[in-house]
């Protein structure tokens, strides 16, 4: 839905001789239901950028292979990797995981 502003409401509502009670009261209905949606709005989850590197060998080779994840802020970033493995399992044990198995 698009914002629109008070006042352009308030001449168009002017323009075609609505009541000034009726107006004020209008107004005033808008102003509780905009702020109401704005305290209903939730901050968004901060995050950080975790770096996970693949080495099978268990040492450093030339070429790394990794994946850039990211977790909420409060979140442990050593947890990243075993969350990863849940979800996969999960996905792996629906129906449709069945289907096309995650490796």
Known sequence: ?????LNLVKEVLQRNGIDARKLAEVLNQIRQ???ADAVE????????H????SSPEGGLPDDL????VQVP???NPMV???RIVETAE?????????????A
């Open 90 to 102: 999960r996905f792996n044990a629906s129906p449709r995981g069945k289907k096309l198995p995650l």
């Open 65 to 68: 292979v990794g994946w850039v």
């Open 80 to 82: 990243a990797a075993k």
């Open 50 to 53: 975790v770096v996970l590197v």
């Open 41 to 48: 709005r939730e901050k968004p989850v901060k995050k950080h």
């Open 33 to 35: 239901e905009a702020e």
């Open 1 to 5: 839905m698009a914002k629109v502003s």
């Open 73 to 75: 802020e409060d979140d």
